[in-house]
């Protein structure tokens, strides 16, 4: 069965420091890959998306991932991070020209920044 | 202001009874869906609903019924069936099956 997997559950930086939050999915075929992120109180809302192309995406708030297909990996960073960006991560992974019930969500991922 | 509203955002109900949670949209969209999210677990998809008088089974559906009687709603009600009925309800909606999905507030549901 298709899987995603977000193997860090909380991660602790302090303001500046660089961000890799990671992402690997289970399947071979073609895929459609999102981050979402939760902030405490607010909606969950789309980071960035990738469907194909250029495997490098830019997000919202200066996010991007690159999508590696060779690692099924799809890892979000952030060269320099604030305080506001203190939320819960969430990756999925869509299987395309599917039905709904192939979007699959990863665990996510506490993120926590000390000012 | 197009959005997505779930209501209440926090209820309470005793165990043995249905409860009904509310989902409205305003911004069109022909597809709607309902997750559970869990901590440690991620969101999980219960129904999903490709167009109005449609819905089909996601991952989770047991336990749980919906209806799709207006393309502006798509409410979910959680029975007596559910075995493990307290947690988080998220709604959502996009414009098709193949497009970015746009989240609510959330309600939050404790069966005491």
């Known amino acids: 069965a298709q899987s995603v997997s977000q193997h860090n559950h909380h991660v602790i930086l302090s303001e500046a420091a660089s961000l890799e939050l990671g992402c690997n999915y289970s399947?071979?075929?073609?895929?459609?890959l999102f981050w979402y992120v939760q902030y405490p109180g607010q909606h969950l809302q789309l980071l960035l998306k990738?469907?194909?192309?250029?495997?490098l995406v830019k997000g919202i708030k200066g996010f991007e991932a690159e999508f590696i297909k060779s690692k099924f990996s799809f890892n979000l960073r952030k060269p320099s991070v604030q305080w506001s960006d203190t939320a819960e991560y969430f990756c999925a992974v869509k299987l395309p020209y599917s039905s709904a019930s192939k979007i699959i969500f990863g665990s996510g991922t506490r993120l926590s920044i000390r000012p | 202001d197009g959005g997505i509203t779930q209501s209440p955002k926090y209820l309470f109900r005793k165990e043995g009874q249905n409860v009904t949670l509310s989902c409205e949209q305003n911004?069109?969209?022909?597809?709607m869906y309902w997750y559970r999210q869990d901590p440690g677990q991620g969101l999980r998809l219960i129904y999903y609903s490709q167009i109005v008088n449609d819905f089909q089974k996601g991952d989770i559906a047991e336990g749980y019924s919906v209806s799709r009687e207006k393309k502006e709603s798509f409410p979910l009600t959680v029975t007596s069936a559910q075995k493990n009925p307290t947690a988080f309800y998220l709604c959502?909606?996009?414009?098709?099956?193949?497009?970015?999905?746009?989240f609510g507030p959330g309600t939050r549901l404790t069966v005491l």
């Open positions: 990738y469907f194909s192309g250029d495997p």
């Open positions: 911004l069109n969209h022909d597809a």
């Open positions: 959502a909606s996009s414009v098709g099956l193949q497009d970015e999905q746009f």
């Open positions: 399947y071979g075929g073609t895929v459609n």
